[in-house]
Structures are given as C-alpha cells and as structure tokens.
C-alpha cells in the first residue's frame, strides 16, 4: 500500500452517516519554508501559519483552476498577510508589517481591514473574489462565518500553527440529500461539533491525521478520499517580472537602471529568486508589448 504523508499533505474525507464532508491540512518542511523566510514576530508567526493551512484546507473541497488565496490588508502595523495554494499544491506566503504589533493580535481592531478570498488563473484572466467579515478576533471564526454567510451550510475550522507545523480541520454539513442517515439524524451536526470541541491546538498540531480523525470520528464512519501532496513553490518566473517592469513605465525602469550602474534586479519576496535585466533586456520589453498581468508579488 503506498504511504500516506503524515506531513505537507490535505485529507478530504466524507462522514456518511452525519452528512458531512471535511478536509485535514498538516504542513510541515512546506510550513518551515515560508516561517523561516521572515523573522516574523510569535503572534504573526502564528496567524501567517494559520493562513497557509488555510488557503490549503479551502481547497479540499472545490474544484480549482489556478490558485486561491487568502490576503489581508490594513493601515496599521500589519499592512500585509498572504498565503497561496495553487492547483498543484504549491503553497507559499508572506506578511509585512511594522513594530510593534497589537498583542494580542486581533483582526477585528485591525484598523481599515480588509480581508479577501480570490480564487483564479491570472494566466487566463479568470478571477473570484470574495470579502471575509473581520468581526472576529481569529481567522478560523472569520472563515467559519463567511462560508455560512456565502454557502448558507453550518461550517467549523480548526487552525493551529508552531514552530514546526501548521494544520487546519475544515467540517461542512452537506444538504440534506448528502446522505439518507444524515436526513434522518437532526442530532448529527450538533454531534459532530461537540466532538470536534474536544480537540485542542496542541493535540492538533502532534496528531498524525489519520489518528486523529479515528480519535474523533470513528463512529461516524469515517471515508477516507485519495491524499493529496503539498508543498513549497513559487509561481514566479522571468515573465511575469519583465510584464510587471513593463508596467511601471520606461521613465521608472531608466531610473532603476541608473541606480545600479546599467542593471535592475528584482528578488521575489515568496522564494529569494534573483531576476536581472540589463539596458539591452530593458529596451527589449520596453519596446515589447505583453500581455497585461499583475505582478507576482502582493501590493
């Protein structure tokens, strides 16, 4: 039997006989990769972790072309909070922010923000947008609150970040033609949230997923779907670099040129690649015409 990954992978699972479908995110070398890119205070560690399991987790259940994310933005002393999963599994993420930090670190007294869901392929144009309401303190009771309010079905998500792991639980009560039990067991859903109650950040975060949703669920008949790998990756690339300078304007790009003795290089934030472009690649695509794009990395 091939091996299930304990880390960097996303269970989908089904609860046939309470009607409800579920998703498990365990990141581990994947999570490690994007924390240790940025020396990030411990409360923005964590919710920049919980923001990576996510973008993750809402993947389990959808059928993606492209990549979703997860971005916030606000005018105080965290400007930025982005987290990505591409249809391919590829995570990556990132925050910005300015000392010192609220503690604790609330999204519901973040001043101005706002906090969005998009899913698309920037390739092809296509683009969903949606608002996540910041009346909650946590990211997990403000995703929980928008998939209610945009799906009209109960929700409830688990997140829980360390030093080494970070890992989301993402239940949903189907309609009731998810199943003939279901439809005949009002309890269920209630039953299903008391269980998932009894399961806190730490023994979250040290539970092998397979393990865990046995500890929990094994009465309700737990399905198991084919795991899905994850892991680090950026969508970065030359291209999209030269389309992004090309936007900025051949006065811009001339002043880049001159600071730096004839080259520009461009460092992605996601991954540390290195991009240079020389007067000759300058007027190169200057003088070309590509496609419209926005750039790679968050404004």
Not at 94 to 106: D, H, I, S, Y
Request: charged share 25%; aromatic share 6%; with cysteine.
């Amino acid at each position: 039997m091939e091996k299930i990954f304990d880390d960097d992978v996303l269970h989908r699972f089904m609860l046939d006989h309470a009607g409800v479908r579920g998703a498990l995110v365990r990141l581990g070398p994947a999570w490690r990769e994007v924390a240790g890119r940025g020396d990030y205070p411990p409360a923005l560690h964590a919710l920049l972790g919980e923001a990576l399991a996510a973008s993750a987790l809402l993947t389990g259940n959808i059928k993606l072309d492209g990549a979703l994310s997860i971005e916030l933005k606000s005018s105080g002393a965290l400007r930025l909070l982005f987290a990505e999963c591409s249809e391919r599994g590829c995570l990556r993420g990132l925050a910005r922010w300015n000392p010192p930090l609220p503690e604790p670190l609330q999204l519901r007294v973040l001043p101005d923000a706002i906090m969005a869901i998009t899913l698309g392929n920037v390739e092809r144009g296509q683009r969903y947008q949606g608002l996540v309401e910041l009346q909650h303190a946590g990211l997990a009771a403000a995703l929980e609150n928008y998939f209610v309010r945009s799906e009209q079905l109960p929700a409830r998500i688990l997140l829980a970040a360390s030093g080494e792991h970070a890992v989301g639980l993402m239940l949903q009560k189907l309609p009731d033609e998810g199943g003939r039990d279901a439809a005949r067991d009002d309890d269920a859903w209630n039953r299903i949230v008391q269980l998932t109650a009894t399961l806190g950040p730490a023994e979250l975060l040290a539970s092998a997923p397979e393990q865990l949703l046995y500890r929990l669920y094994h009465e309700e008949s737990v399905r198991l779907f084919e795991p899905r790998a994850l892991a680090f990756g950026c969508s970065c690339s030359r291209e999209r670099v030269a389309t992004m300078l090309h936007s900025l304007g051949r006065d811009e790009v001339e002043a880049a040129l001159a600071a730096r003795a004839g080259e520009i290089e461009v460092i992605c934030e996601f991954c540390a690649q290195r991009y240079h472009f020389d007067r000759i690649d300058a007027e190169h695509l200057l003088s070309s015409h590509p496609a419209p794009a926005p750039p790679d990395t968050p404004q």
